[in-house]
């Protein structure tokens, strides 16, 4: 939550380069955005220029700011503080030459703020942030400004990362505690930002800083040392390996129905690539004495999917858990247990805490994560990436298909025949494609004007359809702020089906597996209630109002079926007027508890 974005270099249009990298990074938060500049020339003495807006940056321009070649910015996911322009960071101190942005929260910054307001410092913001630039100012004045900036940091409670600049020094200086950061080596320029996405257009060559490490970026240097002890660090370089054509729209509206688009191909390619790393981990799943899947939010509907995926392929039993609520039912942990964590980020608090608290009890670790030298990836014992390419709308698509197609091929790995995995998923591949023809978005987007004005939608599954029905409530409620319900269909009778009126969008979904007939009474009982049945399944039924062909491709069907769904979501949130990319109050990494 939050993007950081900060440039030291060589180029005087600094202001542009950094709104440039904010602009990749907004999918971060969007409540607000800002950037702060250092202007050339004026020695010592000259003031930092700050534009800062709530609100997303849209066709904002920094045309209006000095040139310069030492600038960094920050799109904000509110925290402390409302959504407003003075809460908008960056933030400085008493005197204006330093300024500081954050992603985080201080939890102890009340208790700083009144020491800080007995010495006389006074606060523009309602934000834990201010509190920290004026830390750093107080201790600006009696030692170095790295080490003013590395003390302030280690009082700070909570999990952050902040970039601080000083007019008085030609440097950033940057430190982590939790929330993200990665550092860019250029030629003769340098670069931080929270993201590794948005320095793509700028150098491939990066370090990941690990918790509690300092950076201090300069034009020609960036020197990393350990937060605590000042001891420097060697960096460990890396190469990033995705693309600029990756993060960018290209002939489509919206990230998200770009990455829509892209699962077909995704799917083949893990269909093609993955088999040998899905033999490995179903090796260790076998080795070991409890499996559990850990994830947050569409994630966590993908571990749902590999239990189901498991006890159906593979006859074994593997745990599912909600990331924030696994660190409550530990105990039964042991060093012969494995905890396999699923995340697009790799960077969302809850999941991670679930794995330091698994780590404790000695279990093994695995992560399936899509970014590279994210924190999960960096922390788990083993690790294998998705493969989706970067995500950017923040409705997670193509890295929850991604999910499914490992899991799918671990599943059949497990049972020693992998290639079969591979070939349903060639299969979902092409029952995919045709549920992305223009033809048949045409059947969706005449749905979604027929239900755009709904005030509920509820969907129902069994077995695999049961995650699906989840995931598929959560995107359409997600984006297009109409309120949805995934339900388990045998649970309608229990309670839910009082909710059901006259017209009411139900969407059933009936794959060729055994749980057919059952759902199918489910959509019946919803019907003789009155609810407009939308049926997405591989034959026809009387009672459907409104049908969706999708092909039967074996477990691999919750594949298409969920693209449909994903489709349909995308398509209400356009007939609402809606942005499907950036949806009120969320953002694409939570990075906090
Ligand atoms: C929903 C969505 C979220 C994420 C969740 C976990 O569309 O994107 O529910 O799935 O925040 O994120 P990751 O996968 O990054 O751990």
Same mark, same amino acid.
């Given at each position: 939550?939050?993007?950081?974005?900060?440039?030291?270099?060589?180029?005087?249009?600094?202001?542009?380069?950094?709104?440039?990298?904010?602009?990749?990074?907004?999918?971060?938060?969007?409540?607000?955005?800002?950037?702060?500049?250092?202007?050339?020339?004026?020695?010592? /003495?000259?003031?930092?220029?700050?534009?800062?807006?709530?609100?997303?940056?849209?066709?904002?321009? $920094?045309?209006?700011?000095?040139?310069?070649?030492?600038?960094?910015?920050?799109?904000?996911?509110?925290?402390?503080?409302?959504?407003?322009?003075?809460?908008?960071?960056?933030?400085?101190?008493?005197?204006?030459?330093?300024?500081?942005?954050?992603?985080?929260?201080?939890?102890?910054?009340?208790?700083?703020?009144?020491?800080?307001?007995?010495?006389?410092?006074?606060?523009?913001?309602?934000?834990?942030?201010?509190?920290?630039?004026?830390?750093?100012?107080?201790?600006?004045?009696?030692?170095?400004?790295?080490?003013?900036?590395?003390?302030?940091?280690?009082?700070?409670?909570?999990?952050?990362?902040?970039?601080?600049?000083?007019?008085?020094?030609?440097? !950033?200086?940057? $430190?982590?505690?939790?929330?993200?950061?990665?550092?860019?080596?250029?030629?003769?320029?340098?670069?931080?930002?929270?993201?590794?996405?948005?320095?793509?257009?700028?150098?491939?060559?990066?370090?990941?800083?690990?918790?509690?490490?300092?950076?201090?970026?300069?034009?020609?240097?960036?020197?990393?040392?350990?937060?605590?002890?000042? %001891?420097?660090?060697?960096?460990?370089?890396?190469?990033?390996?995705?693309?600029?054509?990756?993060?960018?729209?290209?002939?489509?509206?919206?990230?998200?129905?770009?990455?829509?688009?892209?699962?077909?191909?995704?799917?083949?390619?893990?269909?093609?690539?993955?088999?040998?790393?899905?033999?490995?981990?179903?090796? /260790?799943?076998?080795?070991?004495?409890?499996?559990?899947?850990?994830?947050?939010?569409?994630?966590?509907?993908?571990?749902?999917?590999?239990?189901?995926?498991?006890?159906?392929?593979?006859?074994?039993?593997?745990?599912?858990?909600?990331?924030?609520?696994?660190? @409550?039912?530990?105990?039964?942990?042991?060093?012969?247990?494995?905890?396999?964590?699923?995340?697009?980020?790799?960077?969302?608090?809850?999941?991670?805490?679930?794995?330091?608290?698994?780590?404790?009890?000695?279990?093994?670790?695995?992560?399936?994560?899509?970014?590279?030298?994210?924190?999960?990836?960096?922390?788990?014992?083993?690790?294998?990436?998705?493969?989706?390419?970067?995500?950017?709308?923040?409705? %997670?698509?193509?890295?929850?298909?991604?999910?499914?197609?490992?899991?799918? !091929?671990?599943?059949?790995? #497990?049972?020693?025949?992998?290639?079969?995995?591979?070939?349903?998923?060639?299969?979902?591949?092409?029952?995919?494609?045709?549920?992305?023809?223009?033809? @048949?978005?045409?059947?969706?987007?005449?749905?979604?004007?027929?239900?755009?004005?709904?005030?509920?939608?509820?969907?129902?599954?069994?077995?695999?359809?049961?995650?699906?029905?989840?995931?598929?409530?959560?995107?359409?409620?997600?984006?297009?702020?109409?309120?949805? *319900?995934?339900?388990?269909?045998? *649970?309608?009778?229990?309670?839910?089906?009082?909710?059901?009126?006259?017209?009411?969008?139900?969407?059933?979904?009936?794959?060729?597996?055994?749980?057919?007939?059952?759902?199918?009474?489910?959509?019946?009982?919803?019907?003789? /209630?009155?609810?407009?049945?939308?049926?997405?399944?591989?034959?026809?039924?009387?009672?459907?109002? @409104? @049908?969706?062909?999708?092909?039967?491709?074996?477990?691999?069907?919750?594949?298409?079926?969920?693209?449909?769904?994903?489709?349909?979501? #995308?398509?209400?949130?356009?007939?609402?007027?809606?942005?499907?990319?950036?949806?009120?109050?969320?953002?694409?990494?939570?990075?906090?508890?």
């Amino acid at each position: 939550m939050c993007g950081i974005f900060g440039y030291v270099g060589k180029r005087m249009d600094g202001p542009s380069v950094v709104l440039e990298g904010l602009k990749t990074l907004e999918y971060r938060g969007y409540d607000s955005w800002g950037v702060a500049v250092v202007p050339e020339g004026n020695g010592n /003495r000259k003031k930092i220029v700050i534009k800062k807006r709530a609100g997303k940056i849209g066709d904002a321009t $920094v045309d209006d700011l000095p040139k310069s070649s030492y600038v960094f910015g920050h799109t904000r996911w509110a925290t402390h503080g409302g959504v407003s322009d003075i809460n908008a960071h960056p933030h400085v101190d008493c005197t204006g030459t330093i300024a500081i942005i954050h992603n985080g929260i201080i939890e102890n910054y009340e208790d700083m703020k009144k020491v800080l307001a007995k010495s006389g410092h006074r606060f523009a913001s309602d934000t834990d942030t201010e509190v920290a630039v004026h830390l750093i100012e107080e201790y600006a004045k009696r030692i170095m400004f790295t080490k003013a900036v590395q003390r302030a940091f280690n009082e700070m409670e909570g999990l952050n990362a902040i970039i601080v600049l000083d007019t008085r020094e030609r440097q !950033l200086v940057a $430190v982590r505690n939790g929330s993200p950061l990665v550092v860019g080596f250029g030629d003769g320029e340098n670069f931080i930002a929270s993201d590794a996405t948005a320095l793509l257009p700028h150098t491939k060559q990066v370090h990941f800083l690990e918790d509690n490490e300092l950076a201090v970026v300069s034009d020609d240097n960036i020197h990393i040392y350990n937060a605590q002890t000042g %001891s420097r660090i060697r960096p460990k370089k890396q190469l990033l390996t995705w693309s600029v054509t990756q993060v960018e729209k290209g002939k489509f509206p919206f990230f998200m129905l770009k990455e829509i688009h892209e699962q077909p191909g995704i799917i083949a390619d893990i269909a093609a690539t993955a088999g040998g790393q899905a033999e490995k981990i179903a090796a /260790r799943i076998r080795a070991s004495f409890g499996t559990y899947m850990v994830g947050c939010g569409t994630a966590s509907y993908a571990c749902i999917a590999g239990s189901y995926l498991f006890a159906k392929i593979a006859k074994r039993h593997i745990n599912s858990a909600i990331g924030s609520e696994f660190g @409550y039912n530990l105990d039964f942990l042991t060093p012969k247990s494995l905890v396999i964590a699923l995340s697009q980020s790799g960077e969302t608090m809850d999941t991670l805490d679930a794995v330091r608290k698994a780590r404790s009890t000695g279990a093994g670790i695995f992560a399936l994560v899509n970014v590279l030298g994210s924190t999960l990836y960096r922390e788990a014992d083993a690790k294998l990436l998705i493969g989706a390419g970067p995500e950017k709308g923040v409705a %997670s698509t193509k890295a929850f298909t991604g999910m499914l197609a490992h899991l799918i !091929l671990w599943a059949y790995a #497990y049972t020693g025949n992998g290639k079969e995995g591979q070939a349903i998923l060639m299969k979902a591949t092409r029952a995919a494609k045709e549920v992305l023809l223009p033809s @048949y978005v045409t059947k969706i987007t005449k749905l979604a004007k027929r239900l755009k004005r709904s005030r509920h939608i509820y969907a129902i599954g069994r077995g695999l359809s049961y995650p699906t029905s989840l995931e598929a409530a959560l995107k359409i409620k997600e984006i297009s702020y109409i309120h949805a *319900e995934g339900f388990a269909a045998g *649970e309608l009778k229990h309670g839910v089906i009082a909710l059901v009126e006259k017209g009411t969008p139900c969407i059933a979904f009936l794959p060729n597996d055994e749980t057919y007939g059952a759902n199918l009474a489910g959509a019946m009982e919803l019907k003789a /209630r009155g609810g407009y049945i939308i049926g997405i399944s591989y034959k026809p039924h009387e009672v459907f109002d @409104y @049908y969706m062909p999708v092909k039967d491709v074996g477990e691999a069907t919750i594949i298409p079926n969920i693209i449909v769904a994903q489709l349909l979501a #995308y398509y209400l949130t356009i007939e609402r007027g809606f942005d499907p990319d950036m949806p009120r109050n969320l953002a694409k990494s939570v990075t906090v508890k």
